[in-house]
């Protein structure tokens, strides 16, 4: 079946650093890919999305970009800020009816000032 | 509202009791999803709503679990005989479509403590 590893927590860093968080993935077919961020007290928030090989998304300066020949989808930032502090999420949506997620285990990024 | 919103925030209760977790999706979703996040784990998929029936409920972990969404709008996940295993988050999630591509927005989840 599908799933999705990325790399455990936490990750600390100084502020101003370069972040890369890993995400590989086993699917049948073609997933979509999916970073999500849940900051202290709220709920899942999408970041961003890739939905063919090679796509790149990209948000809030975050980018991960699809690639289809290391089954990964990486995550990073140039230079995180103590607002970044959160667990990130990847996840993967199968091309089957209902686009239901599978997700990665979270990694719990700490920025320091 | 302007988001999901999951009722109630925590929820204890003893073993063995029957628990029921409340889910109001975004007005006009028609996708309804819920998860269950374990502690230092990434959610599980447990069953997914269309409309008003249940189109994947191969996720719910044996048949103490069930859930509803009778008017295809709030839906309720129903625990019967509850174990400490259960503890976790419940989350809830719905989306305009539920086809690919298509973004969920989540709830801040239901906190279920079993003792």
């Known amino acids: 079946g599908d799933s999705v590893t990325q790399m455990e927590g936490p990750v600390t860093l100084s502020e101003e650093a370069f972040l890369t968080i890993n995400c590989t993935y086993t699917a049948t077919g073609y997933p979509s890919l999916f970073w999500y961020v849940q900051y202290p007290g709220e709920g899942l928030q999408l970041l961003l999305k890739a939905t063919k090989a090679d796509d790149k998304g990209s948000n809030k300066g975050f980018e991960a970009t699809y690639r289809k020949e290391t089954t990964s989808f990486h995550l990073e930032k140039g230079s995180v800020q103590v607002s970044d502090s959160a667990v990130y999420f990847c996840?993967?949506?199968?091309?089957?009816?209902?686009?239901?997620?599978?997700f990665g285990g979270g990694t719990r990024l700490m920025v320091k000032p | 509202g302007a988001g999901v919103s999951q009722t109630p925030s925590n929820k204890v209760t003893e073993k063995g009791k029957y628990v029921e977790l409340r889910c109001d999706p975004i007005?006009?979703?028609?996708?309804l999803y819920w998860y269950r996040q374990s502690l230092g784990q990434g959610p599980e998929f447990l069953i997914y709503?269309?409309?008003?029936?249940?189109?994947?409920d191969s996720g719910l972990p044996n048949d103490r679990f069930f859930a509803v969404r009778p008017e295809g709008s709030v839906s309720t996940l129903k625990i019967q005989r509850t174990e400490r295993g259960d503890s976790a988050v419940y989350l809830c999630a719905s989306s305009l479509q539920g086809q690919m591509n298509t973004e969920a927005f989540f709830g801040q989840g239901t906190r279920l403590t079993v003792v």
């Open positions: 007005s006009g979703h028609t996708a």
């Open positions: 709503f269309q409309g008003t029936g249940a189109a994947d």
């Open positions: 996840a993967l949506s199968s091309n089957n009816a209902g686009n239901m997620l599978t």
